[in-house]
């Protein structure tokens, strides 16, 4: 059976956080198809020309903008079926809350160390591209 | 017949005649008689008429000059003909000695209500209770109530008028005043406002002086500065509003002498008097009253009136009445705005301090967020130096690769706890019951506790109102503040509570190190970690004495150095 790639648009601004993720999938980089976009609104373009399977998007510059974002998405009747994981630098309970309570399928507390980063943003990704995705 | 028998019958005829002529004569007398006297008994009750006819119109007479109102008679022109002393003397005029006529006696503004009262006079045969204001030869204006009536001569034709006049000026006024003053404290019952208050005393007072300029300057101590609270100017202009504020400094004007000395005043000419502060226009005559509570003047009545010397001692003594008995609600009207303005203040300041506080904890929110990731991006760098590296560094630089990484996480950890200790909010809005042995249980299972240390709960713990993370954040860091210091073979933490009426005191001790007493304030403050140990991150006595605070109770230790420490802290039940 030939495993498709998982698609991932990824929200993030910060060069070296883009960097770090492709350095940490780039063992595994065949089975990925990783889409960048520096914004939120960047974004929401990317999503109307092609869904992904997934969505990572970074809170770590301002959580309201993400929160915002977070919103319109699950307002919107097709786009709202994306899981979303959510990476942050920090562990504020209440916008962990808020997101959750916006539906997203998860939360990735990046760590400073970059070898812990890699191992939880690889374990996470392995663990989509297990999954099955509404056939598009 | 012979001549013997006609003489017989003439003589006997004569003799008839005779007799009956005496008869008559002697009715005659008796009948004479009779008239003379009643003649006589006639002429004596006429004079006992006459008399009494004079009694009684000297009688008359009497009561018209002593009568205590003034009469006049008039003829049908209006024109004097008879007048009492009570009438001179109320009128100034003597018709004795000059011509009168009432129609000039008739005050401009009651013309036509005069008119008409003399038509229905003239009408009706009489009125009563007219009442109107008449100007006497001194060109004085005096209030009077009139009665009358028309006399008619024999052909029942009007040809005078004749009237009582009563002089109700004095009267009236005093009416005035206790009408004035029933209507002020009618109306100012049960109001609070300072504004309203003011000015119904200011328009009450200015409808009483029949002025249309009456203004309330409220006295501030602090500034020693009068600002007008109230300022009656028009009738037509209704609006509480004052237009024209004006504020004088102590001792400024006639009005800030006033506020100054506490002693009312009269200002008969303006134009004559220097300290005069000119408002809208110059009005000749000013009266100033102050208002005093508690030897101490807190505002000032002003009223005045276009024309010189119009003010008078009555006028002072009623304004000054009206401020005694209005002065105690001024000054609770006083207090009230006082309080209403701490009040309104102390809520600006909560809504800025609670707006602050969200700012803040955004900030450190952005800012550990921005300091977060150059960190994570220096140690990503590092880590890729090294990677791309390999073999090529000494073990020196390999040691001071990882010396980056251990400074890059101690920073990190300081940086998530100034974001831990500022994301912990004022906000009481979440209010659970909590049940604390619950809490206590649960924190068991995720604290890491060695096996040679017992958690206790000696007393049953209560439950009691509000966040329970915040109660967990407290227990948990106390405990394992406690855990950490633990050096015995044997360890315990022992939880316990007291309660009084208000408060509820929990109690943390353990058999641990213990603190010196000299170090008792400042481990409550953020970063005084005292051993520098790196378990310690200095930051949970802060976070628990932060969340004590919220719920506005204590925190507190007792500690002997080696033996250990119990910290006690309070919560509201």
């Known amino acids: 059976m030939i495993k498709s790639k998982l698609s991932i648009l990824l929200i993030e601004q910060d060069e070296v956080e883009i960097i770090k993720l492709k350095k940490a999938i780039s063992k595994e980089s065949e089975q990925y198809n990783l889409i960048l976009v520096s914004n939120t609104n960047l974004a929401l373009a990317a999503l109307e020309k092609s869904l992904p399977n997934i969505i990572l998007l970074d809170l770590s510059i301002s959580a309201s903008n993400g929160i915002e974002f977070l919103s319109i998405l699950k307002n919107n009747t097709i786009f709202r079926s994306i899981p979303v994981i959510v990476l942050t630098a920090v562990n504020t309970s209440t916008d962990i809350a808020t997101c959750y309570k916006l539906g997203i399928a998860g939360c990735l507390l990046k760590p400073s160390k970059n070898d812990d980063y890699e191992v939880k943003i690889n374990t996470i990704l392995k663990y989509w591209s297990l999954n099955e995705f509404i056939p598009s | ?573």
């Open chain 2, 1 to 573: 017949m012979n001549e013997q028998k006609k003489i017989e019958i003439l003589e006997r005829a004569l003799l008839r005649q005779k007799k009956a002529r005496k008869a008559a004569e002697q009715i005659l007398e008796i009948k004479s008689l009779k008239l003379f006297n009643t003649a006589k008994e006639l002429h004596k009750v006429n004079a006992k008429l006459e008399e009494l006819l004079d009694e009684k119109t000297t009688q008359l007479k009497g009561i018209f000059e002593n009568i205590n109102d003034a009469y006049i008679v008039m003829d049908i022109d209006g024109a004097v003909i008879k007048m009492n002393d009570n009438a001179v003397h109320l009128f100034g005029y003597d018709h004795f000695k000059e011509k009168i006529n009432v129609v000039n006696l008739i005050y401009q503004e009651d013309f036509g209500y005069a008119m008409d009262s003399f038509s229905e006079l003239i009408e009706k045969g009489s009125f009563s209770n007219y009442t109107a204001r008449v100007i006497t030869k001194n060109r004085e204006v005096k209030w009077v109530n009139i009665n009358a009536s028309v006399v008619y001569d024999k052909n029942n034709i009007p040809i005078a008028a004749q009237g009582i006049i009563r002089d109700i000026t004095v009267q009236r006024e005093k009416r005035l005043v206790l009408d004035m003053i029933n209507n002020i404290m009618k109306s100012i019952l049960g109001k609070e406002d300072l504004h309203e208050i003011a000015w119904e005393v200011s328009s009450s007072i200015a409808d009483y002086l029949s002025t249309n300029d009456c203004v309330i300057y409220l006295v501030d101590e602090k500034v020693k500065t009068l600002e007008q609270i109230a300022a009656f100017q028009n009738r037509t202009t209704q609006g509480k509003q004052i237009l024209n504020k004006v504020v004088l400094s102590f001792g400024e004007g006639i009005v800030g002498n006033v506020a100054k000395t506490g002693i009312a005043k009269i200002v008969s000419d303006t134009s004559k008097d220097k300290s005069y502060v000119e408002d809208d226009e110059r009005r000749l005559s000013e009266i100033t009253v102050p208002i005093i509570n508690d030897g101490q003047v807190i505002a000032v009545i002003d009223a005045e009136h276009k024309n010189k010397n119009y003010f008078v001692e009555a006028h002072l003594k009623t304004i000054e009445n009206i401020a005694n008995l209005v002065s105690l609600q001024f000054r609770s009207a006083i207090n009230l705005r006082e309080r209403k303005k701490v009040e309104i203040k102390n809520r600006q300041l909560l809504k800025k301090l609670a707006k602050s506080n969200e700012e803040l904890e955004e900030y450190a929110h952005i800012v550990s967020h921005d300091l977060k990731s150059p960190l994570r991006s220096i140690s990503a760098l590092n880590s890729w130096i090294q990677a791309d590296n390999v073999g090529k560094f000494d073990a020196m630089s390999l040691q001071n690769f990882k010396d980056v990484d251990a400074t890059l996480e101690t920073m990190e950890n300081l940086i998530s706890n100034i974001l831990e200790y500022s994301s912990i909010s004022a906000n009481l809005e979440i209010n659970d019951d909590v049940d604390l042995n619950a809490l206590i249980e649960d924190l068991k299972t995720v604290l890491f506790v060695p096996r040679n240390i017992s958690i206790n709960i000696l007393n049953k713990l209560p439950i009691i109102r509000g966040d329970k993370t915040k109660f967990q954040q407290v227990f948990q860091n106390l405990i394992s503040n406690a855990i950490k210091f633990i050096d015995k073979e044997k360890g315990f933490v022992n939880i316990d509570v007291a309660a009084d009426a208000n408060f509820y005191t929990f109690s943390i001790s353990d058999n641990g190190i213990g603190i010196e007493k000299q170090h008792f304030d400042k481990i409550f403050k953020i970063f005084q970690s005292l051993n520098g140990s790196k378990d310690s991150n200095g930051i949970g006595l802060s976070i628990v004495k932060k969340i004590v605070d919220i719920y506005s109770g204590e925190v507190w230790l007792t500690s002997e150095v080696h033996k250990g420490t119990t910290f006690y802290f309070t919560l509201k039940k």
